[in-house]
């Protein structure tokens, strides 16, 4: 068995916190539902488990470590803060860290019924986020993975991969898409200095309670760049008809800024899309429930709102 295979168990989690952290073993452990490159489980009331499962490489959890402390004390929203490392060892040979819960129901199972409120929250949240982050903070090229990370004209291989791999008569209408593509591939270049960012900010990576946004999770792709990437969530997340008051309460998002973060947008609705996709044809990682929320994040992009 690999430890790829390794499986997940409450009693493996326990056994783990009995060897390392054994104050924390008595506490109450159960299955989060849902996570792909990691695993969680809650831990009491307050905390949560993250354990590294099919993410290749341990720096995301450790990227989160060294992060998240500096930055959680200045952001608007609640973020999952670590509180205990958990060391590979031979009963689990990767890496596990104790952080803090952040309640609320991920948004590709919920639902923002309070489209104003949510996009005065988001606009803050990335207001108090994207400040011009130290020359040690990870850069795009940290990840490997440059369809996420650069400006829209070096991602068009990217976008191509996910277009293509989908259904036509789900995309709909291809050209309306490529437009939005091309204009953003057009816009002019980020020349500020780079900023933090979230760097992945999709449906299962923030939380809604009462209608809205409250809470943001999974910084494992944090990096320093362009804010259009995390600007994308103004379609992404957004109910339709917010995208403007979102800008408006930004207030820092010029007009090169938009069209590469509504490119950015349409390019991570196909990847939801996608998912879905594979979700629907019993794919390993696919997952269905992310197709609906991609197709109405890209009708939402080509609309404009």
Known sequence: MTDTEIEITADLVRDLLQEQHPDLAGLAIREVVGGWGNQMWRLGDELVVRMQRMDRTPEFQLKERRWLPVLAPRLPLPVPTPVRFGEPSE???????????????????????RGAHAADTLAGFLRALHVEAPAEAPASSDLGASVRR??????????????????????GDVRAVRAVWADAVAAPEWEGPPMWLHGDLHPANVVVSDGTLSGVIDFGALFAGDPAWDLAAAWVLLPAGTASRFFDAYAHADEAAIRRARGLAAMKSLFLMLMGQNGDRGLPGGKPHWGPAGRAALDRVLKGV
């Open 91 to 113: 009963r689990f040979p990767k890496h596990w860290t104790v952080m803090t819960w952040v309640p609320g129901e991920p948004l590709d199972h919920g639902s923002i019924s």
């Open 150 to 171: 650069e400006h829209p004209k070096r991602c068009t291989g990217g976008f191509e991969q996910f277009l293509q791999a989908i259904d036509p008569d789900a995309v």
